[in-house]
C-alpha cells in the first residue's frame, strides 16, 4: 500500500439510535464543523458525505486526503471523540481507510503489484 500517496477514511453508519435521532443531528453537525475545520488546516482535502436512497439505510461520509494524514488521524484523541460520539447515537457505526482514488495513482500501485507478483512467478 505504500505505492499510494491519496485515499480516504470511509466512515458509515445505519439508523439513529431510537430516542437519540435529535442528538444525532447534534453530533453529525459537530462532525461537520470539525472537519471542516481539518480541510482549514490543509489536513485533509475534502469531505464528502452520501445518504442512502435506495436499499438498507447506511449513510457514509468520505474524508478524502493523503495517507499519511489519514492514518494520523485514526491515532488522534479529537478524532476519536467524534467517533465516541457518534457510536452513542448511532447503529453499526464502521470506519475504513481506503487507499487510491485517482486513476493514475490506482493504476500505477496495481502495475506494480503486478510486478511484485511476477518477481515470485504468482503470475
Do not use: C
Not at 442512502?52 to 449513510?59: F, I, Y
Not at 468520505?62 to 485514526?74: C, H
Not at 491515532?75 to 457505526?93: C, R
Request: glycine letters at 10%; proline letters at 2%; charged letters at 25%.
Amino acid at each position: 500500500m505504500a505505492s499510494f500517496e491519496n485515499g480516504a477514511l470511509v466512515i458509515s453508519w445505519g439508523s439513529a439510535i431510537p430516542g437519540r435521532e435529535a442528538r444525532m443531528l447534534d453530533v453529525l453537525n459537530g462532525v461537520f464543523e470539525y472537519t471542516r475545520n481539518l480541510e482549514r488546516a490543509g489536513r485533509i482535502d475534502q469531505t464528502r458525505v452520501f445518504v442512502s436512497t435506495t436499499g438498507p439505510n447506511r449513510d457514509t461520509m468520505m474524508v478524502f486526503g493523503r495517507l499519511d494524514e489519514l492514518t494520523k488521524l485514526l491515532i488522534d484523541d479529537e478524532f476519536e471523540g467524534q467517533l465516541q460520539d457518534g457510536m452513542m447515537v448511532v447503529q453499526d457505526l464502521n470506519i475504513a481507510l481506503w487507499a487510491g482514488g485517482l486513476r493514475d495513482e490506482l493504476t500505477d500501485g496495481l502495475i506494480r503489484h503486478a510486478q511484485k507478483l511476477h518477481s515470485h512467478g504468482l503470475v
